[in-house]
């Protein structure tokens, strides 16, 4: 199982980003997605996740109504829309797959199987 980051970069305070996850090596479809971030010597926090259809989603209280997650099946793909980002956005950003819920958008970290390398994202004041 791989699944891969991307999008990640420099931005200003205000700028918008689009984070992409692309996965290989299992059924896309039948797994839950979700999204977390990580600053240097802090836990990983959770960010959003979407259950397998698309349907539902979940956001953590610092990103409601700036962040959007969505996923394209055909694609095998899961994005991570950031708007009106700001300094404390700067972390590395994961992407994760969950199998034992996928009806579900589950926010913690141990309810997921898979993780990716991760993808930069930092905000310049």
């Known amino acids: 199982v791989q699944l891969v980051e991307s999008g990640g970069g420099l931005v200003q305070a205000g700028g918008s980003l689009r984070l992409s996850c692309a996965a290989s090596?299992?059924?896309?479809?039948?797994?839950?997605m979700g999204w977390f971030r990580q600053i240097p010597g802090k836990e990983r926090e959770f960010v959003a996740s979407?259950?397998?259809?698309?349907?539902?989603?979940h956001y953590a209280d610092s990103v409601k109504g700036r962040f959007t997650i969505s996923r394209d099946n055909a694609k095998n793909t899961v994005y991570l829309q950031m708007n009106s980002l700001n300094a404390e956005d700067t972390a590395v950003y994961y992407c994760?797959?969950?199998?034992?819920?996928?009806?579900?958008?589950?926010?913690?970290?141990?309810?997921?199987?898979?993780w990716g390398q991760g993808t930069q994202v930092t905000v310049s004041s």
């Open positions: 090596g299992l059924t896309f479809g039948t797994y839950a």
């Open positions: 994760a797959a969950d199998r034992t819920t996928p009806s579900d958008t589950p926010s913690r970290i141990a309810l997921y199987d898979y």
């Open positions: 979407i259950t397998w259809s698309g349907r539902s989603t």
